[in-house]
């Protein structure tokens, strides 16, 4: 489980921004700028879809806040270039297929829906500091206005 005040836990995934070129991303790559990973259940779904064209609303914002934003489901790249296409979403999408960084960040867990429990993951947003270390947390959040109060919390850091 990541914690705040701790080191973000490591991982490289299979990336794709714009719907463009595959290619793999790791988070020690981006040491030097602040990063938000939010993690969400499933493209094309509702809740989903209105949290990253929030995100890709204020991407001018975040980086001008020198901030990277960075999306992660158990979707496989293919799924996230459709996505991306679909709604002209400019956020990069991160494909945690084996769910290992779900995991290591604890967001993947039993959840329930009409009465039956499942495994799945947890919308949960992390931003994390020049350093790699974890400066906030949001578990289970809620879509409407995430975005502007991850973006102000980006601020906020040196």
């Not at 990277?68 to 459709?82: A, P, Q």
């Amino acid at each position: 489980m990541a914690t705040i005040g701790e080191l973000a836990p490591e991982f490289t995934l299979p990336r794709t921004e714009n719907g463009g070129s595959e290619t793999e991303l790791s988070l020690s790559a981006l040491r030097g700028r602040k990063v938000v990973l939010y993690f969400y259940p499933k493209d094309n779904t509702p809740g989903c879809t209105t949290e990253a064209l929030e995100f890709t609303r204020l991407s001018e914002d975040f980086a001008s806040a020198d901030t990277v934003v960075l999306g992660v489901s158990k979707d496989s790249l293919k799924k996230h270039e459709n996505f991306c296409a679909k709604h002209d979403l400019n956020v990069i999408l991160l494909s945690d297929a084996e769910g290992q960084t779900c995991e290591d960040y604890g967001v993947w867990a039993e959840k329930s829906m009409y009465g039956k429990t499942y495994m799945g993951i947890t919308r949960s947003t992390f931003l994390i500091d020049r350093d790699g270390t974890i400066a906030a947390h949001w578990p289970k959040v809620k879509v409407a206005g995430h975005a502007a109060e991850v973006l102000a919390k980006a601020k906020e850091l040196a």
